[in-house]
């Protein structure tokens, strides 16, 4: 099993910063893909962001592109999420999720975690 938890979502004002960060654990060497999704309130789950187990390779959602960075360190386990210029649109629960290397799937995501809350206010 691997175990997700995210940390560092707030309240912020329009064009403002966070820096979300998930920390995995348990089968931690198992995981390949590693994504960002948000769901906002009333709305299905959003795609955010996605890399690879390196890091080196990373997808964006156009709606983040260029105001979004996502960066991964294998070494603490611990995947981020630098989110700039922050807009009232990007309010939602964002969550961390992880592929471990049986799901073939590069598409589906197999652990979750309980997401963290960012609310930009304008």
């Known amino acids: 099993q691997v175990q997700l938890v995210e940390s560092g979502g707030g309240l912020v004002q329009v064009a403002g910063s966070l820096r979300l960060s998930c920390a995995a654990s348990g089968r931690t060497f198992a995981i390949v893909d590693m994504a960002w999704y948000r769901q906002a309130p009333g709305k299905e789950r959003e795609f955010v962001a996605k890399?690879?187990?390196?890091?080196?390779?990373?997808y964006y959602a156009d709606s983040v592109k260029g105001r979004f960075t996502m960066s991964r360190d294998n070494a603490k386990n611990t995947l981020y999420l630098q989110m700039n210029s922050l807009k009232p649109e990007d309010t939602a629960v964002y969550h961390c999720a992880a592929r471990s290397a049986e799901v073939r799937d590069n598409s589906r995501f197999n652990y979750w975690g309980q997401g963290t809350q960012v609310t930009v206010s304008s």
């Open positions: 890399t690879t187990r390196s890091g080196s390779i990373t």
